[in-house]
């Protein structure tokens, strides 16, 4: 398929267009600004990922169960589904009058918008052809068959965009185009743009990014009219190539703007750059002040390589939100331990607590492999202290994982952390005064979360605000065996009541995955007006209460 020319001078020419079609003055400041409270733009919900769907009037502990609840549609879709469902509720669609949609990009580089009630496919749009698995993998694939949209998408509903990042194969490179289309038909705002990246690291000629050597997997953010971008490596496997980056683009004329390495060290005696930004799809976070917030995976397994100015291995970074200047990081005392073992604290995600009283109002969590969950204080990171211990404001075991935290307020007005380790999906009081402190509260226990290739999930909580008996945490459990073929193994919704992770309230089949033993299904369900969203191997399964099972309309073609 022929690539529209993607240089910034064409992007320039169709500046003016631009001013009309999304205007800079329209876009939201961030994602988080949605016109219903139901929408949901971005991964997790939110810039600070809390993953707390809290306008849903009407799921709750009580209605939830095996009588009441299950399967209302399976609409099929083209391949595999790793991004996070986005819900627009009464978005026009060309053609089709006013809908409350649900958008699903596939890694057949698809994206689909579909009535978020009945299941009807309203537009489909494909935006070239996907990389092979084996030509990104010499020895061993870990996203099967092939690589398109990977991470999750952001919406600017006032600009009446998506954004994504589609992998195209020409038929012998691969390359990475950011596109902005429209909410309404599906196409292109504008020609999608090609994203290149190099920058000067000490002591050597520019690295540049090559795509057959990078992934795109956590999920897009925007803040204050910016698209953030974050790449990590090919599972590890050409370590002398592969750097983690973020890269910054104008949502308004997708001209780069900047962007930042999370290693800038020179060639050591053995070759390792990586320290990669990867987050098993958990998108980048942002705080008030469009500060933005990653953590990093592995670097050099023979050779302690962390730098206070050049790398930053098993990390979280605090960065600037022009992206140029590192305002703080953590880096766990035993990184080079974490390198030797792959147990990288880069494999979940880092969740930003929305402002609390007492003495640290800004805390961050994030964990990942190695089991360890960190209680930051988000102005004050921790630094990195040789030898330990480790200058944070608690650690706490939620069990090694690919997973990611969520956060919510209970009934009783308490705020709750969510952790989604091999321990089961746990819940942890968070007390304020005299200092910050997480309390073991409830959990699932440890086989929920079981499933290959490796365990953890990624936890969500619906819930009418604070009301009581409203909350429900929601989680996709892995496949349990693996299959090659279609539609491959199942993939499993579960649903607690949140006042008590061990009060099972659902178990439900919700899909199925492909190449399980290699190729993780880090699933995230999304909840929007009475219903639960799960994309899967070619299918989005809309579940909800039984009693609301609409009629299926016809397709309109």
Same mark, same amino acid.
């Given at each position: ?136 993998? $010499? ?192 880096? #766990? ?110 959990? $699932? ?20 605000? $604070? ?13 349990? $065996? ?9 993939? #499993? ?65």
């Amino acid at each position: 398929m022929k690539r529209p020319n993607s240089c910034l001078s064409t992007v320039s020419i169709f500046a003016a267009v631009l001013l009309v079609v999304i205007p800079a003055s329209a876009a939201p400041k961030d994602a988080t600004q949605a016109s219903s409270p139901q929408d949901v733009l971005t991964y997790h919900g939110d810039n600070l990922r809390t993953g707390w769907f809290s306008a849903e009037i009407v799921l709750t502990a009580s209605n939830v169960n095996a009588q009441s609840f299950g399967l209302l549609q399976t609409v099929p879709l083209d391949g595999k589904v790793d991004a996070e469902p986005l819900v627009v509720m009464q978005q026009q669609i060309a053609g089709h009058g006013i809908h409350d949609v649900v958008y699903v990009a596939t890694e057949n580089n698809s994206v689909y918008a579909i009535d978020a009630g009945d299941g009807s496919v309203l537009w489909h749009r494909s935006h070239g052809t996907p990389v092979p698995c084996l030509y990104k993998y $010499t020895h061993r694939c870990n996203i099967m068959p092939v690589i398109g949209i990977l991470s999750t998408p952001v919406i600017d509903r006032g600009a009446g965009a998506m954004y994504f990042v589609a992998d195209n194969y020409n038929g012998k490179v691969d390359a990475f185009y950011l596109h902005a289309i429209s909410l309404s038909t599906g196409r292109d705002l504008l020609p999608a743009v090609a994203i290149r990246y190099s920058e000067q690291v000490q002591g050597e000629r520019d690295w540049t990014l090559n795509p057959k050597f990078q992934l795109q997997r956590p999920g897009l953010l925007e803040v204050n009219g910016s698209i953030y971008i974050a790449f990590g490596s090919v599972a590890d496997l050409e370590p002398d190539h592969s750097r983690g980056a973020i890269l910054r683009y104008d949502a308004a004329t997708l001209s780069q703007l900047n962007g930042q390495l999370a290693n800038k060290r020179s060639r050591p005696a053995s070759p390792y750059y990586l320290s990669s930004i990867w987050q098993s799809g958990y998108a980048p976070a942002a705080d008030a002040n469009g500060d933005i917030y990653f953590s990093t995976g592995n670097s050099d397994p023979k050779n302690p390589s962390y730098s206070a100015t050049l790398n930053w291995p098993d990390s979280v970074m605090h960065l600037s939100s022009d992206l140029s200047t590192l305002i703080d990081s953590f880096t #766990t005392y035993n990184y080079f331990l974490l390198d030797q073992l792959d147990r990288e604290i880069g494999s979940g995600g880092v969740l930003l607590l929305p402002d609390q009283p007492g003495s640290v109002p800004h805390l961050v969590l994030g964990g990942g492999k190695d089991g360890r969950a960190f209680l930051m204080d988000r102005d004050h990171l921790g630094g990195y202290t040789k030898g330990g211990p480790d200058n944070v404001l608690q650690e706490v075991q939620m069990g090694k994982c690919h997973c990611g935290p969520a956060y919510f307020v209970g009934s009783d007005g308490g705020p709750r952390v969510l952790t989604g380790g091999l321990r089961g999906i746990t819940s942890w009081r968070l007390q304020t005064t005299p200092s910050p402190k997480l309390t073991l509260e409830s959990s $699932t226990g440890p086989g929920t979360v079981s499933g290959l290739p490796r365990g953890g999930s990624f936890p969500v909580v619906s819930s009418n605000g $604070t009301a009581e008996g409203s909350g429900v945490v929601w989680f996709v459990q892995k496949p349990a $065996t693996s299959s090659d073929k279609n539609p491959g193994t199942p993939v #499993t919704l579960r649903a607690y009541a949140a006042s008590d992770l061990t009060k099972q309230l659902v178990s439900i089949q919700a899909g199925a995955w492909t190449h399980a033993y290699n190729s993780s299904a880090n699933l995230v369900p999304t909840v929007a007006n009475g219903r639960v969203y799960v994309a899967s191997n070619r299918q989005l399964r809309i579940l909800g209460l039984l009693a609301s099972r609409p009629k299926r309309q016809r397709e309109k073609r």
